[in-house]
């Protein structure tokens, strides 16, 4: 299994979790895709990270559709452990936070977070490359402290953010959260039950490899790899 990513998308990140909780390894490749690599765009013709590829099914594109297929493939081998619940309900919970987390926090905060302080870094001027636009950082800054209290409350009011079992909702919403906390954005203390519940899914075995990355000339925030913070 090869799966084409970059390290700071958090969509990526979402499917590296997802992969570390079925106890899969696949090969890293990294992608930046401002450079439209023409034998990514073969595999993904959105020119969007992630995507799998395996030999049973040639090109597996984006982090909806990869859960999904992970979901049918391994899922039944988690058991009690399944990342999807079994009651079409919780599903749709479930379903529900997953794409608030990747679609709504995503295009209001975490996006414009990575490109204007990370991917920008490493455009030219051609792709879009420059100095960080500090409007939209301060918007993406005050949109973030919104999802933060939303993953509060839901961390408040259940167990895990979908209910009384670990899903692919959390590993969304941590997915999000970590590469705005590299960056030293995320208010944790504003919000004690949010922060509580990501120290609970960073300290998991799984999160260890994400908290290993860095950026060159970057370093990540104080609280990104302290599991008591």
């Known amino acids: 299994m090869y799966l084409h990513h970059h390290p700071f998308c958090p969509h990526s990140r979402f499917v590296r979790l997802l992969l570390a909780e079925y106890g899969l390894e696949?090969?890293?490749?990294?992608?930046?895709?401002?450079?439209?690599?023409?034998?990514?765009?073969?595999?993904?013709?959105?020119?969007?990270?992630?995507v799998i590829v395996e030999e049973q099914c040639a090109s597996v594109p984006g982090a909806g559709i990869i859960a999904e297929y992970l979901d049918?493939?391994?899922?039944?081998a988690l058991a009690d452990h399944r990342?999807?619940?079994?009651?079409?309900?919780?599903?749709?919970?479930?379903?529900?936070?997953?794409?608030?987390?990747?679609?709504?926090?995503?295009v209001e905060s975490t996006?414009?977070?990575?490109?204007?302080?990370?991917?920008?870094?490493?455009?030219?001027?051609?792709?879009?490359?420059?100095?960080?636009?500090?409007?939209?950082?301060?918007?993406?800054?005050t949109n973030l402290r919104y999802h933060l209290k939303y993953i509060g409350w839901l961390a408040k009011a259940r167990k895990w953010l979908a209910g009384e079992r670990l899903s692919q909702a959390d590993l969304a919403a941590a997915a999000h959260l970590s590469v705005a906390d590299y960056l030293g954005d995320v208010p944790w203390d504003e919000d004690e039950h949010?922060?509580?519940?990501?120290?609970?899914?960073?300290?998991?075995?799984?999160?260890?490899?994400?908290?290993?990355?860095?950026?060159?000339?970057?370093?990540?925030?104080?609280?990104?790899?302290?599991?008591d913070f």
Do not use: C
């Not at 930046?32 to 990514?40: C, K, L, S, T």
């Not at 049918?72 to 039944?76: A, I, M, Q, S, Y």
């Open 26 to 50: 696949p090969e890293l490749v990294e992608e930046r895709v401002w450079e439209r690599r023409p034998g990514f765009l073969a595999l993904n013709p959105a020119g969007e990270t992630p």
């Open 72 to 76: 049918e493939t391994r899922g039944l």
């Open 83 to 106: 990342l999807l619940p079994e009651s079409p309900g919780e599903r749709v919970e479930v379903r529900r936070l997953t794409a608030w987390f990747h679609e709504k926090m995503y």
């Open 111 to 141: 996006e414009p977070l990575v490109r204007e302080r990370i991917h920008k870094r490493y455009m030219t001027r051609q792709q879009g490359g420059g100095p960080p636009d500090a409007t939209a950082l301060r918007m993406a800054r």
């Open 194 to 227: 949010a922060r509580d519940w990501y120290a609970r899914i960073k300290s998991r075995p799984t999160f260890r490899a994400l908290l290993n990355e860095s950026i060159p000339g970057m370093p990540p925030s104080k609280t990104y790899a302290d599991l």
